[in-house]
């Protein structure tokens, strides 16, 4: 039988909309979401004009948010994120591609810009390794920075080739839905962009 993997963005693929904004919601609350995003609202416009890089304004917001949070606290919500909250926003046509792709023997594997600490304890029941960004931690807690690089871009094939060997698989499946998922989608045969919309 030939072997395939398919590598799934999570955000915009698998869900319907951003998860770090809706972590925030979730932590935080809809109040304190907003009143941050109006505080923050001149580096995002900076943000959008490409002057402030994709990671730095992560870590602006992370650091804004969640700095000093301890991890086991953080992790906790984040559990119960992905229990009462993230269902909602799946989209069940992705969802069923992941099936599917089990179902064929096929490897499965998310690649996303999002801290994989609100992804893997979702991913994990499904079976599906996840990587994604990871967050920095000192002293048991959140710094809000980012340890190492963004998984966004380039960086999402420098992670898949560092964890998954490419060689023996003869087909190669991708799904994404921005820019940022362009070089993971030119890794694959099969490129699923925006498929599940």
Known sequence: MKQAIAFFDFDGTITRKDT????????????????G???????????????????????????????????????????????????ELLRPKAVNAIAWHQSEGHAVY???????????????????PVLGSRLAIEDGRITGLLQGKNCNGDEKVCRIRESVKLTPYQTIYAYGDSSG?????????????????
């Open 110 to 128: 998310i690649v996303t810009a999002s801290a994989e600490n609100w992804v893997r304890p979702w991913a994990e029941k499904l079976g599906v």
């Open 20 to 35: 770090l904004f809706e972590i925030i919601r979730f932590h935080k609350g809809k109040a304190a979401l907003y009143a």
């Open 181 to 197: 998922d362009k070089e993971m989608l030119e890794l694959a045969q099969h490129k699923g962009f925006r498929e599940f919309e």
């Open 37 to 87: 995003m109006a505080l923050l609202s001149p580096l995002l416009v900076l943000f959008k004009m490409k002057v402030i890089s994709n990671q730095r304004m992560k870590e602006i917001v992370l650091r804004f948010y969640f700095n000093g949070t301890p991890v086991a606290a953080f992790q906790e919500q984040c559990d119960a994120f992905c229990r009462e909250r993230l269902p």
